[in-house]
């Protein structure tokens, strides 16, 4: 693809589409794992700690602010 930069959003839509895409996108699913991390951790939010892993977030199931 390029120099071009998907958006996290951008990049899941097209590897669903069977397009190519800038880089494998990964979408983890933190939600058991959330809730055992620290405080300052959560503070941040989900999708901070997703993309903070080098995930593309896709949020689903259970999801907290903080």
């Known amino acids: ?22 880089r494998l996108p990964w979408a983890p699913f933190p939600a058991y794992w959330w809730d055992r991390q620290p405080a300052a951790l959560r503070a941040a939010g989900q999708v901070a700690a997703v993309e903070r892993m080098g995930g593309d977030p896709l949020l689903r199931g259970r999801y907290d602010q903080g």
Do not use: F, I, K, Y
Not at 6 to 15: D, E, F, M, T
């Open 1 to 22: 693809m390029g120099d071009v930069t998907l958006s996290p959003r951008q990049r899941l839509l097209a590897a669903l589409r069977g397009e190519e895409t800038d």
